[in-house]
């Protein structure tokens, strides 16, 4: 077990952030109620341990023809807080295609569909908590937050980890990219070295030579309490 | 930079779910039947609702449940108590599962049956944590996590049975309200 902590200051997003307009309405206005720390280490459930298929890590490979776009490969450690890696935890990715569009019925922004991809892959993290998908590099899209708003190019990742409290849906970033700035999405976290933590890094160890470019992204899971907690009850 | 080893040891901070979440959903099976015809245990669905600041209801969230199977056991093999759903029009999904057993900690703490949910969702920059209790559960006057709601808040966490008692098998729903009067309880883990 690990020993979790409270999260670092400006570390995690608020609950409310007026900014992003669709979390005015949504945002629970009551302070969260706290669990005591014997009460919050329920293991994570077990699910999704379907054997994964070679189409599932390579998104590029998907239907019968290439997608459009720069094939790129995305890979990363899993750890716990204590630096630890997760296991054989399940990673599951979602992306538009390199055009900035969702294969999704409410998805209405006026770029091309592209009918070798879908978006969607998954695998779980070997011995070292390492993963690794080949995808495609996703465009910037539209959306209606504020005029003129855009997001930057993006990969939605979800993961399970040891506990029901590791559990974690974030979006992974592209360095560099101009739209940070303007991006209330990434902006809602206060500290800019946890917004740091969400852009992948360019990595020419993961680049395959006249084939992708490789970037890094290496996640921290919330750990379990430890049992020194349980001592004390 | 992805940053430094010390840096390691934080967090990787949320971000929205997104509205297009079922991308993902689609190519990965949502689960919304969780008891199987060997599952042991009274069968009930549990329907969830939920509605915004405004009252409206909310047509994009993901719903996850996680609970014990009837000896208030989790993660057995015979039962792995999870399931995902996204929320449809009406704001509303419905799992297909069966009353969870009273939960014995290591320490010997009994909680009452219960189901938790951690919801995700447009417009959330973190998921949420909630619990679905059952109301006339013997087990809810001593149950340790209810004991630290406010006692005009406790209904938010308890699910309400919806038509006749006698149909099988029965249905439960709970209304989670994110915003204002009546907001339900959300827990920090
Ligand atoms: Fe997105």
């Given at each position: ?24 309405t949504?945002a ?15 293991a ?49 990715v ?17 770029a ?7 978006g969607?892959g ?9 993963y ?14 504020h ?20 559990r ?14 303007y991006?209330?999405?990434?902006q ?14 360019f ?31 | ?55 409206a ?6 719903i ?28 509303a ?26 919801l ?70």
């Open positions: 077990m690990s020993i979790s902590r409270p999260a670092e200051a400006g570390s995690q997003p608020p609950l409310s952030y007026p900014a992003y307009r669709s979390n005015i949504r629970p206005s009551r302070p969260l109620i706290r669990v005591p720390a014997n009460f919050t280490d329920l994570a459930p077990v699910y999704g341990y379907l054997p994964i298929g070679a189409g599932d890590t390579d998104l590029t490979r998907q239907h019968d023809g290439d997608p459009l776009g720069e094939r790129i490969v995305v890979s990363g450690r899993v750890a716990d807080e204590d630096g630890r890696p997760v296991t054989n935890t399940l990673v599951e979602w992306q538009c295609n390199a055009a900035g569009r969702y294969r999704h019925a409410l998805d209405d922004h006026p091309p569909l592209d009918p070798n991809f879908s969607a998954r695998t779980v993290t070997d011995a070292e908590g390492r690794r998908f080949v995808t495609i590099k996703p465009g910037a899209y539209p959306w209606r937050n005029p003129n708003a855009w997001r930057p190019a993006h990969i939605h990742f979800s993961l399970f980890g040891s506990s029901l409290r590791s974690l849906v974030t979006q992974m970033y592209f360095p560099n990219d101009p739209l940070f700035a991006d209330p999405i990434l809602s976290i206060p500290d800019p070295r946890a917004r740091e933590r969400l852009v992948s890094a990595d020419l160890d993961l680049t395959q030579p006249e084939w992708a470019l490789g970037y890094r992204f290496d996640i921290v899971l919330r750990g379990r309490h430890s049992t020194p907690f349980e001592q004390r009850t | 930079m992805t940053g430094t080893a010390a840096d390691r040891s934080i967090a990787t901070p949320s971000q929205t779910v997104g509205p297009f979440f079922e991308v993902w959903l689609r190519s990965h099976h949502a689960l919304g039947v969780l008891a199987g015809p060997e599952t042991r245990g009274e069968r009930l669905r549990l329907r969830v609702v939920v509605v915004d600041g405004d009252g209801v909310v047509p994009d969230c993901l996850e449940i996680y609970q014990a199977d009837h000896d208030g056991e989790y993660g057995r093999e015979s039962f792995s108590g999870f399931g995902r759903l996204p929320t449809g029009a009406d704001g999904c419905e799992f297909e599962t069966i009353r969870p057993g009273a939960v014995r900690s290591a320490a010997g703490i009994v909680q009452a049956p219960h189901v938790n949910v951690c995700f969702a447009r417009g959330l920059l973190r998921h949420l944590y909630t619990r679905v209790y059952f109301p006339d559960d013997p087990h809810l006057d001593a149950d340790p996590i209810l004991a630290l709601v406010p006692p005009d808040r406790k209904h938010t966490l308890i699910a309400a049975p919806v038509g006749e008692g006698a149909s099988v098998p029965r249905t439960f729903e709970r209304v989670i309200r994110l915003q204002g009067d009546d907001e339900t309880v959300f827990f920090d883990l």
